[in-house]
Nanobody, 124 residues
């Protein structure tokens, strides 16, 4: 069974940075695509960014492009989301997700495995 555990959320001022981590276990992730989504109360969960574990290809939502960066550590089975120049609109619960359906998928229904989420709050 795949387990995803997020960490690194917190409170930061606008313009600041945070790095989220997603520790994955239970499988060999070389064929997986990892992603981050975020959700605020009353709204649908939205796609943030995705990374192919094998090819390292990445894709970002327009709202975070140029500010957020994905990376991964194979030895630690961990994916990182470096978030810079944070804005109050980035405030949300951030979720890590994984799928074997291939690179390029961005819908929540495309992802089979989810973490429990980590809160990010950006104050103005």
């Amino acid at each position: 069974q795949v387990q995803l555990v997020e960490s690194g959320g917190g409170l930061v001022q606008a313009g600041g940075s945070l790095r989220l981590s997603c520790a994955a276990s239970g499988r060999t992730f070389s064929s997986y695509v990892m992603a981050w989504f975020r959700q605020v109360p009353g709204k649908e969960r939205e796609f943030v960014a995705t990374l192919s574990w094998r090819s390292l290809r990445t894709y970002y939502a327009d709202s975070v492009k140029g500010r957020f960066t994905l990376s991964r550590d194979v030895a630690k089975n961990t994916v990182y989301l470096q978030m810079n120049s944070l804005k109050p609109d980035d405030t949300a619960v951030y979720y890590c997700a994984a799928t074997v359906r291939g690179y390029g998928v961005t819908r929540t229904t495309d992802f089979e495995f989810w973490g429990q989420g980590t809160q990010v709050t950006v104050s103005s």
